[in-house]
């Protein structure tokens, strides 16, 4: 079955630094990769996904890049600010499957 | 269009007890999928049910946990006889369901268990 692994667990930038997050899969079949943000005391909130068919994605200072043949998928964030601080979850799954995968999430700390 | 609502979201129960968490998914949505989260950890899945039907609770403990989606009304995460170790964070999230639209699933607030 699908097994996803993200690094690091925890990463320190200072504010205004790019920050870097990390995911890999092992079934080659899944083709829809999300990730959630999680804040302290709440719920997981979606900011981006991407799907197998394009190799990147951006929504103003977030973006996901995808390399099916390494099968990784990274989020990176730019200018990072205070309250980008939370605990971010990368997942995995096959289109026609519910059945998410997910990392063990990376806890973000934006140094002021 | 309101998100997935989750209630109580706080709740503390003495060992013994019954805990009913409850959950109305968003608007248009069929398909409410229940995780558990221990404090510092990550989210674990529980059970994945469409309206009156449960299609996967490999993730649930076989004993004193069940959970339901009824035609009408909110779904709801029943726990029995809770012990302190049921402590935890439980949200519910939901999803449009169907092949079309993707896995999109989208979460609650969550409710925060406290058995003493």
């Known amino acids: 079955g699908e097994n996803v692994e993200q690094h690091p667990s925890t990463l320190s930038v200072q504010e205004g630094d790019s920050a870097v997050i990390k995911c890999t899969y092992s079934d080659s079949a899944s083709n829809y990769f999300p990730w959630y943000k999680q804040e302290l005391g709440k719920g997981p909130q979606l900011i981006i996904d991407?799907?197998?068919n394009v190799g990147e994605k951006k929504d103003q200072r977030i973006a996901v890049t995808l390399n099916k043949t390494a099968k990784h998928f990274s989020l990176h964030i730019t200018e990072t600010q205070p309250e980008d601080s939370a605990v971010y979850f990368c997942a995995a799954s096959l289109d026609s499957n519910y059945q998410l995968i997910w990392g063990a999430g990376t806890k973000l700390i934006i140094k002021p | 269009n309101a998100g997935v609502m989750q209630n109580p979201r706080h709740l503390v129960r003495r060992r013994g007890q019954e805990a009913r968490l409850r959950c109305s998914p968003m608007k248009g949505h069929s398909h409410v999928y229940w995780y558990r989260q221990l404090p510092e950890e990550g989210l674990k899945f529980m059970v994945y049910l469409q309206k009156e039907n449960i299609i996967d609770e490999s993730g649930m403990p076989k004993e004193r946990f069940s959970a339901e989606f009824p035609k009408e009304g909110p779904s709801i995460l029943r726990i029995q006889q809770v012990v302190r170790g049921d402590s935890a964070a439980y949200f519910c999230a939901s999803s449009p369901g169907g092949s079309s639209s993707g896995n999109t699933i989208y979460f609650g607030e969550g409710s925060w268990l406290t058995v003493v």
């Open positions: 991407i799907r197998s």
